[in-house]
C-alpha cells in the first residue's frame, strides 16, 4: 500500500510502540498514537498523541471509521488483554486490518528456578508461607492481594509514585527501564530479597532482573501471558512496515 494512502492506529505503550512510532513519523506516515493513560508523565512520542480509552469494542469501531483509520497496530504491553481483545473485535466489525507488535516471551534457561502460574491470583499462592522478602516487579495495577499478606515484605518498583510503603512492610523505587543487570542485580542483593514475583512481558528491557535471579539462585514466579483472540502477530518493527507498505529496513 502506498504510504499516502496510509492513517494508521498505532495502540501503544511499549518501547517497542515507541520505536515504530519513530519509523512511521520519519517515513511520513499518517499515523495516531494512542496511549491508555495509566501512566502520569508517559514518554513524548513523535505523532499525533491521544490519551484514554475508545469506549469498548463499539467506542473503538465507531472511532475506526470516523477517523478512516486504514490500519491498527497493537503494540500495547502483553498484559494489555482487554484492549488486545477490543482491538481484534472492533477491527473485525469495521473490515480494518489489524497488525500486532508483539515481543517474544522469556523462555527458562539452565539455573532459572522459575514457578510458572497463570495469573495474579496464582503467583499470590505461590510465595512461601512463611515471611519472604519479596522483589514485586508486576507494576501497579495489582498489588492490593499481594499486600493483603502481611507476612512478607515487599520491594516495588514503578513509575509514578502512587503509593508509599512503611519500612516495615516494604519499599518502593521510582525509576523506568530499560534496566542494567549491574543495578538490579545490587538491587536484589542491597534489599536482601529472596523471591521475585513478575509476568512474563518478554523483551531485552526489564530481563535483566531474572538473569540477576539466575545468578544469586533466587526463585522466581513468573505469571503467564493472558489469552488473546487469533490475531497477525510480528515480532519486529520492520516486519510492521513491510507488512504495511512493503518497506525496506528502517
Known amino acids: 500500500m502506498a504510504r499516502g494512502s496510509l492513517r494508521v492506529l498505532l495502540l501503544g505503550g511499549t518501547t517497542e510502540a515507541s520505536r515504530l512510532a519513530q519509523a512511521l513519523a520519519q517515513a511520513g506516515v499518517d499515523a495516531v498514537f494512542s496511549y491508555a493513560g495509566r501512566t502520569d508523565a508517559p514518554i513524548a512520542q513523535p505523532l499525533p498523541t491521544r490519551v484514554g480509552g475508545f469506549g469498548g469494542v463499539a467506542g473503538l469501531q465507531a472511532y475506526l471509521q470516523t477517523e478512516r483509520i ?16 477490543n482491538a481484534v473485535q472492533a477491527c473485525a466489525a469495521a473490515g480494518v486490518p489489524l497488525l500486532a507488535l508483539e515481543r517474544p516471551a522469556w523462555q527458562a534457561q539452565a539455573g532459572d528456578v522459575w514457578t510458572q502460574v497463570a495469573d495474579i491470583s496464582a503467583a499470590v499462592q505461590a510465595l512461601p508461607a512463611e515471611p519472604a522478602r519479596v522483589f514485586l516487579a508486576i507494576g501497579k495495577q495489582n498489588l492490593t492481594p499481594f499486600l493483603a499478606c502481611a507476612q512478607h515484605w515487599y520491594l516495588l518498583r514503578l513509575v509514578d509514585p502512587v503509593l508509599e510503603l512503611p519500612a516495615t512492610r516494604g519499599h518502593v523505587v521510582l525509576d523506568r527501564g530499560p534496566f542494567t543487570l549491574e543495578g538490579d542485580r545490587a538491587l536484589l542483593q542491597a534489599h536482601g530479597i529472596t523471591h521475585i514475583v513478575s509476568k ?25 501471558r ?11 518493527v520492520n516486519e510492521v512496515l513491510r507488512r504495511l507498505y512493503g518497506a525496506g529496513s528502517y
Not at 200 to 224: C, H, Q, T, Y
Open 70 to 85: 486504514s490500519h491498527v497496530v497493537d503494540a500495547t504491553h502483553p498484559f494489555a488483554a482487554q484492549m488486545s481483545s
Open 226 to 236: 493472558p489469552y488473546i483472540p487469533s490475531r497477525t502477530v510480528l515480532h519486529s
Open 200 to 224: 512474563n512481558s518478554g523483551g531485552a528491557g526489564a530481563e535483566a532482573k531474572l538473569v540477576a535471579a539466575r545468578e544469586l539462585g533466587l526463585p522466581v514466579i513468573l505469571i503467564n
